[in-house]
């Protein structure tokens, strides 16, 4: 079922990036396995999936720890201050950095363990009360100060948009979001991705400018 479902979703997405006259090779997908068990996502990477997204930090220590070191791990979820120490050396990429007190904790780790760390700065595109991140009026203002942390790296911008029953009808939540990344231009802070587009609305928000999205059931079933 994985391999048939992978090969399914590549092809959407080649159709989806063709749209809008870009390579498929041009938008990593991140595999989410938060629900998922170990040899399942051993599968899916001997299968070729490179990246894996995990939403809390105590289910992924055990899957890291027996998974292999080449995987990439992605940080999809809601960070608290409290889980960032154990977050930081695991995984390549943070999704969700939704405050300026978050990031100068994460500046902080950073700098006392020498590490790198690279951030997605998250946007609440649709205002919505149940979503966490910036607003997007907030977001300029939240770069220039997180520019001067000199340990942590702003890759880009991560959305979710709201869950209609027509994806049609988050595509201009996705345009709106693509046309602030290409907006933004503050020196230190690289826009490189925009992560937005899940299972049920990955294809529209390709088409409107991601290239990186976020997929779970249509990958690993429900």
């Known amino acids: 079922m994985l391999n048939k479902n992978l090969v399914s979703v590549k092809e959407r997405l080649k159709r989806a990036a063709s749209k809008r006259g870009v390579s498929a090779e041009e938008i990593t997908m991140v595999a989410v396995s938060k629900t998922v068990p170990v040899e399942v996502i051993n599968e899916a990477w001997k299968l070729g999936v490179a990246s894996f997204g995990e939403n809390r930090v105590q289910d992924a220590v055990p899957k890291i720890g027996s998974l292999p070191e080449e995987i990439n791990w992605h940080f999809i979820g809601h960070l608290q201050t409290n889980k960032v120490k154990q977050v930081l050396p695991l995984f390549k990429l943070i999704h969700s ?3 300026v007190k978050l990031a100068r904790v994460i500046q902080k780790e950073g700098e006392n363990n020498s590490l790198s760390v690279n951030v997605l700065l998250q946007v609440n595109i649709a205002l ?3 979503k966490y991140g910036f607003r997007q009026e907030e977001v300029r203002d939240a770069l220039e100060e997180i520019a ?3 340990n942590l790296r702003v890759l880009g911008l991560m959305g979710i948009a709201p869950f209609l029953p027509d994806p049609e009808e988050v595509r201009p939540y996705f345009r709106q979001l693509h046309r602030l990344f290409k907006e933004i231009s503050i020196p230190g802070v690289e826009m490189k991705y925009l992560s937005m587009g899940m ?3 990955f294809e529209i928000a390709v088409e409107e400018g991601a290239n ?5 059931s249509v990958l690993f079933g429900e």
């Open 128 to 130: 919505e009360e149940s």
């Open 97 to 99: 950095l939704d405050s």
């Open 212 to 216: 990186m999205v976020r997929l779970g």
């Open 148 to 150: 001067s942390y000199k």
């Open 199 to 201: 299972s049920n609305d």
